[in-house]
Structure formats: structure tokens, C-alpha cells
């Protein structure tokens, strides 16, 4: 298989504190890859680094066989190839619906506006808001925001979507609609890197799931494998817990 | 008179505002360039954000009028330059402004969340274009009250430009008390002059305010229905299939 990305022994120091240690992992072409574990375990930190949102302190990173620690390596570039969804959406204030998706293709890709527009229409198609293009951000809910940040990422062709805690911002009752259009990409064989605390999600959807406690990667298998038959103490421990809270909710 | 006078003073003031604006959104927007990791353009940064924080306090922290008389004799003086009248207001105008205009800039950056960034990074903008089409059009909007608050004051302080004979309309208004040996009246006439300004100018920054916030609904698009998406669809549209 393909490896899209590369992580190895990648670490990340904020100040005193080693928030990452010698990780390793990779995601292939295709591949749903979930990231579990606690709050403050370092999955946003993570996902962070892989789009050099933060500057991982040790390590590599290997895109499509290239380093992208280099300091030749067009950082601006290779952002354009990794979509990224945020937990609080962060879709662009002062751009309605349609132009939160083109702005980017037309000032980073230069496509043309007709081009950017064209496509822009299509992912929102995908996500089911193609009929909101004149909507400001603040005119719309939470699940519709997720949707169109998600076409927003789509719109720039990425070889691979990073999500972080894509729902976790959501009302309960918009959870749902978002977690179904990430559910239909990932059949449709789009590459996803998803940070998530449902676990039904990544039982259902991940090829391979990754579970992390304060900055390791503790242990990593098929949904099957970790769900099932979690080998470590502390992924029995975690998932205990979690699934007790979901269900007193 | 007057109304030559009240022409001389909006004027300098528009001209001045705006060019301070300017000003300020390019040194609001310097000095908030994150420190880079390259250590030349590291010292660069440093050394330029050293000058522009003496620019910013000198300006704020000396009044307008000394500044007309250092700026305009002191050229005169030292550089030999004779400045014409008007371009010296002008421009001493457009500099106190863009003093203070840069940290309200700057404190507009800061404002704006960090989300709008990161997301314009993670689509591959670098810091200029984050800035231009993500983050200073909303600076632009929260500030635009300050701005106006700024003009009104341009209108009325450009009077003292009349310290380096600029034929605003507090020296206008002057000249006339020394041809009608009047005081109350001519100066009477120039406040109503300078209250009906500074009105009409505050209505206007009103008006294009809530045009610039769009109206408050957003039409939905009939006919294409809310469709529910199979994965076969998406597959044929993402072109993400047969890997
Ligand atoms: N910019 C930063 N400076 C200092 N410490 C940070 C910074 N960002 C994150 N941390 C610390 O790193 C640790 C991991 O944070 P991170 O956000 O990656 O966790 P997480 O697994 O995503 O948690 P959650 O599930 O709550 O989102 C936390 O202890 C946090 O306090
Ligand atoms: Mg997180």
C-alpha cells in the first residue's frame, strides 16, 4: 500500500513539557485512520504538526516520500494538499457560504473564478448545503457550519482530509448530519485522519485505529482489535470510562 | 468664506483620514508579523517594529499643533524645503492619524480569533494573503467606528493648522473678525459650521456600516433539493475512487 503520510518518532516540546514522544504511524492512500484517547493526550497536537500548524520539536515527517521538515519544502504547498476541519469550524466571517469555499482555489491554486465557483457548487452538493452559497456564518447552525467547512477543505482537491473533533462543538441533535456526510467520503475512498470521541464512528467507518494517552501511542489496530480485544490496560481503562459517560448522557 | 474655509477643513480632514487608515493598516499589520525562524529576518522584524513604536509615541504622545510648527518650520529651517501649506497639513494630519489608527489596527489583529487564521493557513495562505482577503476585511469592519470617532476629530483639530497659515476654517473665521472687528458672531457662524460636519460625517460612517454588514437574511436557493447523497455519487464527484 501507499503511504500518504509518515510520522516517525516525531516529538513536540511546549516549553518544559513533552507533549509528544516518539511517535510513529502512518496513514495510507485510502485508509480511514481514527485517533482516540483522553483530553490532553495530544491528538490535536498531533494533527497539528502533521500540517505544521505547530513545528513538531524532533523527528520527521514524510510526505508521499518527502521530508516536510526540509527547509526547502514549500510548507504553503503542501498545506493546499491536506484539508483540514476544525472542532469550532472556523469558516471565514467575512465570506458567505460559496466564497469560504473559492477563496482559497482562486488566491493559493489561482483558478479562475468560474473554475472555483464550479467546484466550490459540487463539494457543496456533496455536503447538502448548496442551497445556503448566500449565507454569511453567522447565519447558520453548527452542523451546517461543520458541513461547509468540510466543503471548503473538499474544494481544494487534498490528498488527505485531517479532522479534528469534527462534532464536538455540535448540539447532539446536529451530530448526525455531520458524521453521515464523513461517512459517505469515506466510502467514497477519500484519505481520513480523524480525531474523534465517537466511538461508534470509528468502530463503523476507521480501517485502523489509533489510541493515545499523555503523548504515546499506546496501542493501535483494526476497530475490530481495539475495541474488542484492547491489549493495553490503559485502552480497557479509557474505553470503559467513555462508554459509561455516553451512556449516562 | 466659510464654506471655502469649512471645504479646506473636510478636505484635509477626508485626505488625512484616510491616508492615515492606510498607514495604520500597514503598520497595524507589520507589527503583528509572528517572529519568524530565520534569525536575519528576525533582527529585520525586531528592527523595524523599534522604529515604528518610536513613530507611534512620538506622535501620540506630543500635541498636533507643536508637531505642525516642529515639522513645517524644521523642513523649512533645516532641510531648506518649503513645504506648501496645504501639503503640510495634509500630511501632519495623516501621520497623527496613522499613529493612533495603527494601534487601533493592531488591536483589531489581535481581536480577531485565532480559528480565522488557522484555517486561512491550513488552506495554504501565507500571512500577506491571510491578511488581505481573511483578516483585514473583518479588522476593517470592527474598526470602522473608531474611524469615524477619528475623522470627527481630524475635522475639528485641523483647526490648529492655522498656526502655519493654512486657510482651514478657524483661520478663515479668524481673518473675517480682523475685517468685520467682530468676534462673537464670524466664531458662532464656525461652530455651527463644524457641529452640521462633523453630524453629516457620523450619519455617513453609520450608513456604511450596515452596508457593509449585508442584510440580515440570506435568500435560499430553490430547486436544488436538500438531496440525500449515496457513495456512489460522491465517489463519481470527488473523483476519489480506485485507489
Ligand atoms: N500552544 C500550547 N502551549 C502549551 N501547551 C499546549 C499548547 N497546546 C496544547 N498544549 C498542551 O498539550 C497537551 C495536549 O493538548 P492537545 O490539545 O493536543 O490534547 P487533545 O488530545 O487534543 O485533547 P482534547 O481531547 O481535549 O482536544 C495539553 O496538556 C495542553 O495543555
Ligand atoms: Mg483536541
Redesign the pocket.
Known amino acids: 500500500m501507499d503511504k500518504i503520510i509518515e510520522v516517525r518518532h516525531l516529538s513536540k516540546w511546549?516549553?518544559a513539557?513533552e507533549?509528544?514522544s516518539d511517535i510513529n504511524f502512518s496513514v495510507n492512500k485510502g485508509e480511514v485512520v481514527c485517533i482516540i484517547?483522553?483530553?490532553?493526550?495530544?491528538?490535536?497536537?498531533?494533527?497539528?504538526c502533521i500540517n505544521l500548524l505547530?513545528k513538531p520539536t524532533g523527528g520527521e515527517i514524510i510526505y508521499n516520500g518527502k521530508s516536510v521538515l526540509d527547509n526547502k519544502h514549500d510548507v504553503y504547498a503542501y498545506r493546499t494538499k491536506l484539508g483540514m476541519v476544525f472542532?469550532q469550524f472556523n469558516l471565514f466571517n467575512n465570506h458567505n457560504v460559496l466564497s469560504n469555499c473559492t477563496i482559497a482555489q482562486m488566491k493559493v491554486l489561482n483558478r479562475s473564478k468560474d473554475e472555483a465557483e464550479k467546484t466550490a457548487m459540487k463539494f457543496l452538493k456533496v455536503v447538502g448545503m448548496d442551497q445556503f452559497i448566500n449565507a454569511k456564518p453567522r447565519q447558520l447552525s453548527g452542523g451546517m457550519k461543520q458541513r461547509v467547512a468540510i466543503a471548503r477543505a473538499l474544494s481544494m482537491e487534498p490528498d488527505v482530509l485531517l479532522f479534528?473533533?469534527p462534532t464536538?462543538a455540535l448540539d447532539p441533535e446536529m451530530v448526525g448530519e455531520v458524521l453521515n456526510v464523513m461517512k459517505d467520503l469515506a466510502k467514497s475512498g477519500l484519505t481520513m485522519l480523524v480525531?474523534t470521541?465517537e466511538m461508534g464512528f470509528a468502530r463503523e467507518v476507521a480501517d485502523r485505529v489509533v489510541f493515545?494517552d499523555q503523548?504515546v501511542i499506546t496501542e493501535e489496530g483494526t476497530p475490530e482489535e481495539i475495541f474488542n480485544n484492547p491489549k493495553q490496560e490503559r485502552t480497557r481503562e479509557f474505553l470503559r470510562r467513555i462508554l459509561r459517560d455516553s451512556k449516562t448522557e | 468664506m466659510f464654506l471655502r474655509g469649512a471645504g479646506v477643513t473636510l478636505y484635509i480632514s477626508i485626505i488625512g483620514t484616510i491616508l492615515g487608515a492606510i498607514i495604520g493598516l500597514i503598520i497595524g499589520t507589520i507589527r503583528t508579523i509572528p517572529l519568524s525562524e530565520n534569525p536575519v529576518k528576525r533582527i529585520l522584524i525586531k528592527i523595524v517594529n523599534i522604529i515604528l513604536t518610536v513613530y507611534v509615541e512620538v506622535f501620540r504622545g506630543t500635541p498636533m499643533i507643536v508637531q505642525a510648527m516642529v515639522i513645517y518650520y524644521g523642513s523649512l529651517m533645516l532641510f531648506n524645503i518649503n513645504m506648501d501649506k496645504m501639503f503640510a497639513g495634509i500630511f501632519i494630519v495623516s501621520i497623527n492619524t496613522g499613529a493612533y489608527t495603527s494601534e487601533i489596527v493592531r488591536g483589531g489583529i489581535i481581536s480577531i480569533d485565532r480559528g480565522q487564521f488557522e484555517a486561512a493557513h491550513a488552506l495554504g495562505m501565507n500571512h500577506v494573503k491571510t491578511m488581505l482577503y481573511v483578516v483585514l476585511p473583518q479588522v476593517v469592519r470592527n474598526i470602522l467606528p473608531a474611524m469615524g470617532n477619528e475623522f470627527v476629530i481630524n475635522i475639528k483639530d485641523s483647526s490648529v493648522l492655522n498656526v502655519i497659515s493654512v486657510s482651514e476654517l478657524f483661520f478663515q473665521t479668524s481673518s473675517i473678525t480682523g475685517n468685520v472687528f467682530r468676534f462673537f458672531e464670524p466664531f458662532l457662524i464656525a461652530c455651527i459650521v463644524y457641529l452640521i460636519m462633523t453630524l453629516t460625517v457620523t450619519r455617513i460612517l453609520r450608513f456604511i456600516e450596515k452596508k457593509m454588514d449585508g442584510p440580515e437574511n440570506f435568500n435560499v436557493i430553490p430547486g436544488n433539493q436538500m438531496q440525500v447523497t449515496r457513495p456512489e455519487d460522491i465517489a463519481k464527484k470527488t473523483g476519489q475512487t480506485g485507489y
Not at chain 1, 484517547?37 to 497539528?48: A, I, P
Open positions: 511546549f516549553g513539557n507533549i509528544l484517547g483522553s483530553s490532553g493526550s495530544g491528538k490535536s497536537t498531533l494533527l497539528r505547530e472542532q479534528d473533533e464536538s480525531v470521541h493515545m503523548g
